[in-house]
């Protein structure tokens, strides 16, 4: 699995900006695929998942503020962040996790770089 994140940038608090994450290869053994972020001196969190199933997970501090959402033609996962936060600054991280053999096995696309300016 391959996944290719695009999207980020500087934008102003309370704005809102998209980031896309396009999958590739294996893409239909994905068993969830999602968002993990990580801030300067902290420890990467995870944001937001989606499953095969289509459940969705969200970090308390987004909940209400960012959406998760999939395209399945297009094998593109979307994260939209609304009302964003000066605290949602962070490099954003496309990831995936499939099963292979009942062995789990992670995907990281590239960072993203999210600044929020106050």
């Known amino acids: 699995v391959q996944l290719q994140a695009s999207g980020g940038g500087l934008v102003q608090a309370g704005r809102s900006v998209r980031l896309s994450c396009a999958a590739s290869?294996?893409?239909?053994?994905?068993?969830?695929i999602g968002w993990y972020r990580q801030a300067p001196g902290k420890q990467r969190e995870l944001v937001a998942a989606?499953?095969?199933?289509?459940?969705?997970n969200y970090a308390d501090s987004v909940k209400g503020r960012f959406t998760i959402s999939r395209d399945v033609a297009k094998n593109t996962v979307y994260l939209q962040m609304n009302s964003l936060k000066p605290e949602d600054t962070a490099v954003y991280y496309c990831?995936?996790?499939?099963?292979?053999?009942?062995?789990?096995?992670?995907?990281w696309g590239q960072g993203t770089l999210v600044t929020v300016s106050s």
């Open positions: 990831y995936a996790k499939r099963f292979v053999m009942s062995n789990r096995v992670d995907y």
């Open positions: 290869g294996s893409v239909s053994s994905i068993n969830s």
């Open positions: 989606l499953t095969s199933g289509g459940h969705t």
